[in-house]
């Protein structure tokens, strides 16, 4: 599953396999049966809800994080029927601090569209899971390829890592996918039966040994194999650059909804905007105050309050009435 998943490659026919790719597929199948991590998304008893709710939580968020959260969520609803009975507000609240949370907004549509579409079971071809709403081409590929053998061309960042390095000799991929990379990534699929263990077998070694800064090329099964290795180990072409955290709007807004998902009433704009004292705020559930502190503490100025508030509103993180800010109802 991936660690960060571009949602952007257009869908396009598989190719025939590159010359050698059968060398590639028999081994990485066999290190994937040995090594892969026992996530539950990957149990036979799983069902496609739990790997569509694993390819919406892990784009963009390590699998440590999403584990718990994963677990929880999928006890709570079991079905895409159970997510869609509940406010989407309620979905808002569970995705915790998994980050980006309009990805809990839109599984919850695409939880009502399959419930209203596709009598509440996940729909299992691409061109299906493509018009649910949240669902890019990636995670249509995804969810098709791992939760219902289709052999379609799954490529993520760990998968475009590897490609470019065993295939292309290069240290990293392009900072963005190419028409290229999605030519060698269909050129390399193999045959309908074994699609799905490349796509994961695949993935699996870029998280756990191809990966991005400290490579363990002793530990990889297709090292005699690497362009990149065979190179000499160039350096990339560029240096990626890091996303900030501290200070950014994402920080704030995020803390915000921390604070509405404790909150059991809505809240004051005021305690949200920093314009009112803590001192006067109800305690309106387990945790609230604290993360009101939290907030507080980020000492962000007043215009950035405000647009990281309005930025909730416009988005359906948040709804405003007069009693105050809430989660979606």
């Known amino acids: ?28 199948a066999r290190w994937f049966e040995a090594n892969a991590r026992p996530l539950p998304w990957r149990e036979p008893d799983c069902g496609p809800w739990g790997i569509m709710v694993s390819e919406f939580m892990l784009q963009q968020t390590p699998v440590a994080r999403v584990l718990p959260v994963w677990e929880q969520w ?60 949240g669902v890019g081409t990636y995670t249509a590929a995804a969810i098709a390829s791992f939760a219902f053998d289709a052999p379609e061309t799954v490529v993520d960042t760990n998968i475009r890592r590897v490609h470019a390095r065993l295939v292309s000799g290069e240290a990293l991929p392009a900072p963005s996918l190419t028409a290229g990379e999605m030519k060698l990534a269909r050129a390399l699929m193999p045959g309908r039966t074994a699609a799905r263990a490349w796509n994961a077998g695949v993935m699996e070694l870029g998280a756990l040994v191809c990966t991005a800064r ?33 200070g950014t709007d994402r920080q704030v807004r995020g803390a915000m909804l921390a604070v509405l998902r404790k909150a059991t009433a809505p809240v004051l704009p005021g305690l949200l905007l920093g314009s009112v004292d803590l001192a006067v705020a109800a305690d309106s559930g387990d945790g609230f105050q604290a993360e009101l502190r939290r907030l507080h503490g980020l000492n962000a100025g007043d215009e950035q309050l405000a647009r990281c508030l309005d930025g909730l509103l416009e988005d359906g993180l948040a709804q405003a009435s007069a009693a105050g800010v809430a989660l979606p109802a």
Do not use: F, N
């Not at 490579?215 to 240096?239: H, I, K, N, S, T």
């Open 74 to 133: 999928l006890r709570r609803w079991p079905a895409p029927a159970a997510l869609a009975a509940e406010p989407s507000g309620e979905a808002v609240r569970a995705w915790g601090r998994l980050g980006y949370p309009r990805r809990a907004l839109r599984l919850h549509a695409a939880a009502v569209a399959i419930v209203e579409k596709h009598g509440g079971a996940v729909p299992g071809t691409y061109a299906d899971l493509l018009e649910l709403p």
């Open 1 to 28: 599953m991936p660690i960060s998943a571009p949602d952007t490659a257009a869908r396009v026919p598989a190719s025939p396999a590159a010359p050698g790719a059968g060398l590639l597929h028999g081994r990485i």
């Open 214 to 246: 400290t490579p363990r090329c002793d530990q990889c099964p297709v090292l005699d194999q690497c362009a990149w290795v065979a190179a000499g180990r160039p350096e990339p072409r560029y240096v990626p650059k890091g996303q900030a955290w501290a």
